[in-house]
C-alpha cells in the first residue's frame, strides 16, 4: 500500500492540448477554417479601431468614426465568439471552457464583458465621449492580452504535433 506522500510526490502528467481524437475532429472541422479566417480580420479591424481611438483621444478629431470602429470591432468579437464556441464543441465536445482552452475562454469572458460594457455605455449614455474611448482601450487592452493566449496555444499544437510521416499512411502500427 503506497502512502499518501509518495502518491503526492508523483509528478503529474499534463494532458496534451489535443487528443488524437480531437485533433482529427480539429483538422476535419470547417469551423477551423473559419476561425482561421475571421482571427486576421478581427486583428486588422482592432488595428484600425485602435488607431481611430487614439488619433480621437489625442486630437478630438474623427469622434463618429472611432465610436463606431468600436462597435464594428465588438461585432467581430461576437463573431469570432461564437463560431468560436461552435468550433469548441466539435473538438471538445463543450461550447466553451475545455480543458484546453479553459483559461483563455476565461479570460475571453472578461473580453466581451468589457465590449459589451462599452456598447452598453454607447447606447445608453453613461459615459461622456472620453470615457467611452478610455472604456475601448480597458477592452482592447484585453483583447490583445487574449489574443497573445490563443496565439501560444497555436505554437503549443505546432510543437505537439506528431511529424507528418510518424504513422504509416493505412492507418496500422508500424512493428
Avoid at 129 to 141: C, D, K, P
Amino acid at each position: 500500500m503506497k502512502s499518501a506522500a509518495t502518491s503526492n510526490t508523483r509528478p503529474k502528467t499534463s494532458r496534451p492540448l489535443y487528443t488524437a481524437e480531437e485533433r482529427v475532429r480539429r483538422d476535419n472541422s470547417r469551423w477551423t477554417l473559419v476561425q482561421g479566417l475571421l482571427a486576421p480580420v478581427q486583428f486588422l479591424i482592432f488595428a484600425v479601431s485602435l488607431y481611430l481611438v487614439l488619433d480621437y483621444l489625442r486630437t478630438g478629431r474623427n469622434h463618429d468614426a472611432a465610436v463606431w470602429s468600436v462597435v464594428i470591432k465588438t461585432m467581430a468579437l461576437y463573431t469570432i465568439m461564437v463560431t468560436g464556441a461552435i468550433w469548441e464543441k466539435v473538438v471538445f465536445g463543450k461550447y466553451l471552457f475545455a480543458e484546453s482552452f479553459f483559461w483563455e475562454d476565461v479570460f475571453s469572458m472578461l473580453v466581451i464583458a468589457l465590449h459589451t460594457a462599452y456598447l452598453v455605455a454607447l447606447f445608453t449614455g453613461a459615459l461622456d465621449s472620453r470615457q467611452l474611448m478610455w472604456l475601448a482601450l480597458a477592452a482592447y487592452f484585453t483583447y490583445v492580452i487574449n489574443a497573445a493566449q490563443f496565439i501560444w496555444k497555436l505554437r503549443m499544437a505546432r510543437l505537439e504535433a506528431p511529424p507528418k510521416d510518424s504513422a504509416p499512411a493505412n492507418g496500422s502500427v508500424a512493428a
